[in-house]
């Protein structure tokens, strides 16, 4: 079946299966590589993407689900290329060490900062609850998230 769905700011439509996943077809069709498949169940959060303005797991989204869909993908943050103030924040902070479970750390951390102005520590943390990474520690994700929230002027 043919589905249409606004990625990153360019209409698409693409040809999907019944059983196919959002993040299969992110990859695989569509050639969208940030959005990982770390665990393939939602406990991971490498996949996430931002659907209709809320972080989702890409891998328990059947693509057919997403016809009509707004997704923002870890690739739409980059304009004329330039990183986004959380990405260069992810950098400067060290925030990752293989750098697999980033592009959904960052894709929650976009979520937090658009429905949250004035994040605190503890909305952080629950914000990034849904992500794992299996190479560092949380402490320089949680620096990133609060730089993040600096850079683009909604920390006091």
Known sequence: MMIKMTINGDVVE???KPNETL??????KLYITGPKEG???????ACTVIYNGKPINSC????PEADGAEILT?????????LHPIQ???IEENAFQCGFCTPGFIMSTKALLDRKKNPTREDIVEALAGNLCRCTGYQTIIRAVEKAAEKLGVKE
């Open 39 to 45: 665990c393939g169940n939602g406990e991971c959060g």
């Open 88 to 90: 260069e924040a992810f």
């Open 74 to 82: 870890v690739e739409g943050l980059t304009k004329n290329g330039k």
């Open 60 to 63: 328990l989204v059947l693509a």
């Open 23 to 28: 993040l299969d077809v992110l990859r695989n």
């Open 14 to 16: 693409v040809d999907v």
